[in-house]
């Protein structure tokens, strides 16, 4: 199907910047004529509360894993309906609109746009066009402001862009297309999904046998006295985290101040992404005092943990310290875990909160309705196997050289998953800047293609621009 795509016949110069041609009887038309601006508020704040992705587009805020605080009270939150197009103003030059499926509320800074009467667009048409990455062009151009993370994008700018535009019935032939074609990457993206979960799984087990066993064979075991650890080496004990680390709890927030130090900021996504922090990492740049700096200034050996999150199971993720810079300093919702070296290696303990049952006690501990979070008696509170500290760094050998090929693995389906989207990403960018002409291709599909499946999230946090900050 797709090997069968060719260019359209003719072209003409477009006039724009980033689309030099476009298809000979394509238009083109500035966002003001199809589209209008709709401002109505939520009385009662009642509504489905729904996010702005860069990754989905606009999704339910419960299906979205952001780490954003949900405000107290949603009452003046804007409506929109299906088919209406959704703009977060802060972040649309990241990719932060697009058409919703789902009437719904959402922050009442961002942009709600609906067809015009009369205009001949499908909206399905305009939401790919939106999010492809020619048009981001326009987008990033017509958001302003000082900082790049705070770049703001006005009804009128954004009214003012200009529109390719097949014809109506092009534009529905284009959807069809498209909507098969992400149909049939996603069926191929979610089964490598499903084989990353299972893999994971797998590793857990290997985690929690040497956390809880060991790595010696035969050695004489005792009851733990807990009953997810059960038994435990005789030689072994079982301590509270605040026996053997201190907590360090950072509140230094991503901004930029005259007055301060510029810094590194290691974040919630930096910890939860990555098993190890390291120099190579791109963290956020930001800017602290010095008794910041002082205080949470993380070291290598250290481990840093998630502590709040929308998510019941996104707290309490580790990530062990393995480099350290002057200059990186730990982020807010984020705790720093301190060993006493001479009661525990660092290694161990990333490896110890790891294991999914001692992380469980995390979990069941957080506090919270809307938001969960770690209270510091719920992290320092939690139960961990204690071997010997020679015996710690044989299982962290044995665990580093058993989990690569896990790591490798998952890495390896992580590119090929990888590879898939930038393929949707070019070929969606081809077909509706009309480099590819899907006409006859499409005039061969049967009448019944299944229409486009939603985007699965994937298991990682996106972090995207805090609303509350943008009211």
Same mark, same amino acid.
């Given at each position: 199907?797709?090997?069968?795509?060719?260019?359209?016949?003719?072209?003409?110069?477009?006039?724009?910047?980033?689309?030099?041609?476009?298809?000979?009887?394509?238009?083109?038309?500035?966002?003001?004529?199809?589209?209008? /601006?709709?401002?109505?508020?939520?009385?009662?704040?009642?509504? $489905?509360?729904?996010?702005?992705?860069?990754?989905?587009?606009?999704?339910?805020?419960?299906?979205?894993?952001? =780490?954003?605080?949900?405000? #107290?009270?949603?009452?003046?939150?804007?409506?929109?309906?299906?088919?209406?197009?959704?703009?977060?103003?802060?972040?649309?030059?990241?990719?932060?609109?697009?058409?919703?499926?789902?009437?719904?509320?959402?922050?009442?800074?961002?942009?709600?746009?609906?067809?015009?009467?009369?205009?001949?667009?499908?909206?399905?048409?305009?939401?790919?066009?939106?999010?492809?990455?020619?048009?981001?062009?326009?987008?990033?151009?017509?958001?302003?402001?000082?900082?790049?993370?705070?770049?703001?994008?006005?009804?009128?700018?954004?009214?003012?862009?200009?529109?390719?535009?097949?014809?109506? #019935?092009?534009?529905?032939?284009?959807?069809?297309?498209?909507?098969?074609?992400?149909?049939?990457?996603?069926?191929?993206?979610?089964?490598?999904?499903?084989?990353?979960?299972?893999?994971?799984?797998?590793?857990?087990?290997?985690?929690?046998?040497?956390?809880?066993?060991?790595?010696?064979?035969?050695?004489?075991?005792?009851?733990?006295?807990?009953?997810?650890?059960?038994?435990?080496?005789?030689?072994?004990?079982?301590?509270?985290?605040?026996?053997?680390?201190?907590?360090?709890?950072?509140?230094?927030?991503?901004?930029?101040?005259?007055?301060?130090?510029?810094?590194?900021?290691?974040?919630?996504?930096?910890?939860?992404?990555?098993?190890?922090?390291?120099?190579?990492?791109?963290?956020?740049?930001?800017?602290?005092?010095?008794?910041?700096?002082?205080?949470?200034?993380?070291?290598?050996?250290?481990?840093?943990?998630?502590?709040?999150?929308?998510?019941?199971?996104?707290?309490?993720?580790?990530?062990?310290?393995?480099?350290?810079?002057?200059?990186?300093?730990?982020?807010?919702?984020?705790?720093?875990?301190?060993?006493?070296?001479?009661?525990?290696?660092?290694?161990?303990?990333?490896?110890?909160?790891?294991?999914?049952?001692?992380?469980?006690?995390?979990?069941?501990?957080?506090?919270?309705?809307?938001?969960?979070?770690?209270?510091?008696?719920?992290?320092?509170? =939690?139960?961990?196997?204690?071997?010997?500290?020679?015996?710690? $760094?044989?299982? /962290?050998?044995?665990?580093?050289? #058993?989990?690569?090929?896990?790591?490798?693995?998952?890495?390896?389906?992580?590119?090929?998953?990888?590879?898939?989207?930038?393929?949707?990403?070019?070929?969606?960018?081809?077909?509706?800047?009309?480099?590819?002409?899907?006409?006859?291709?499409?005039?061969?599909?049967?009448?019944?293609?299944?229409?486009?499946?939603?985007?699965?999230?994937?298991? =990682?946090?996106?972090?995207? $621009?805090?609303?509350?900050?943008?009211?």
């Amino acid at each position: 199907m797709i090997a069968d795509l060719k260019p359209y016949p003719d072209y003409k110069e477009s006039g724009l910047p980033w689309l030099r041609h476009i298809p000979k009887h394509w238009g083109i038309k500035r966002g003001k004529s199809l589209l209008q /601006c709709i401002d109505k508020r939520s009385s009662d704040g009642k509504e $489905e509360l729904l996010s702005v992705s860069s990754s989905r587009g606009v999704v339910p805020r419960r299906s979205a894993k952001v =780490t954003m605080f949900k405000a #107290e009270s949603y009452i003046g939150y804007k409506l929109c309906w299906p088919g209406d197009l959704v703009i977060n103003s802060l972040w649309a030059w990241g990719g932060g609109l697009g058409v919703s499926q789902y009437h719904g509320i959402i922050s009442s800074a961002y942009g709600v746009y609906r067809t015009r009467p009369g205009a001949q667009i499908n909206p399905a048409y305009i939401n790919e066009l939106v999010r492809s990455a020619p048009f981001n062009w326009e987008l990033t151009v017509r958001s302003k402001g000082v900082w790049i993370s705070r770049l703001q994008m006005v009804d009128q700018a954004f009214l003012d862009a200009p529109f390719p535009l097949p014809s109506q #019935e092009e534009q529905e032939a284009i959807v069809k297309f498209l909507d098969c074609v992400n149909a049939r990457l996603e069926r191929a993206m979610r089964a490598k999904r499903k084989t990353i979960g299972l893999l994971n799984e797998q590793k857990q087990a290997v985690i929690h046998h040497a956390v809880a066993r060991g790595v010696a064979p035969n050695v004489p075991l005792k009851p733990s006295g807990i009953p997810w650890l059960g038994n435990i080496p005789k030689h072994w004990s079982v301590r509270k985290v605040r026996t053997v680390a201190v907590l360090i709890v950072s509140n230094v927030d991503k901004h930029s101040r005259a007055n301060e130090k510029p810094v590194r900021l290691c974040n919630y996504t930096d910890v939860y992404k990555n098993e190890r922090i390291t120099n190579s990492l791109n963290f956020m740049q930001a800017t602290a005092t010095d008794d910041e700096i002082s205080k949470y200034r993380i070291r290598v050996g250290d481990v840093v943990i998630t502590k709040d999150s929308e998510e019941w199971d996104d707290i309490g993720v580790p990530t062990y310290v393995a480099q350290e810079a002057d200059d990186l300093v730990c982020g807010y919702h984020l705790g720093i875990l301190r060993p006493r070296k001479e009661l525990i290696a660092g290694d161990f303990l990333f490896r110890a909160l790891q294991d999914r049952f001692v992380a469980t006690q995390m979990h069941v501990s957080a506090k919270g309705v809307t938001r969960y979070g770690l209270s510091h008696q719920g992290i320092k509170d =939690t139960l961990i196997p204690l071997p010997p500290t020679d015996e710690q $760094e044989s299982i /962290c050998a044995v665990l580093s050289k #058993e989990l690569k090929r896990f790591t490798s693995a998952v890495t390896r389906l992580e590119r090929e998953i990888e590879l898939l989207r930038e393929y949707r990403t070019r070929l969606i960018s081809d077909v509706v800047t009309g480099k590819l002409d899907v006409r006859k291709v499409v005039s061969q599909l049967p009448k019944d293609v299944v229409a486009n499946e939603p985007l699965t999230a994937d298991d =990682t946090v996106e972090e995207s $621009e805090p609303e509350e900050s943008a009211l």
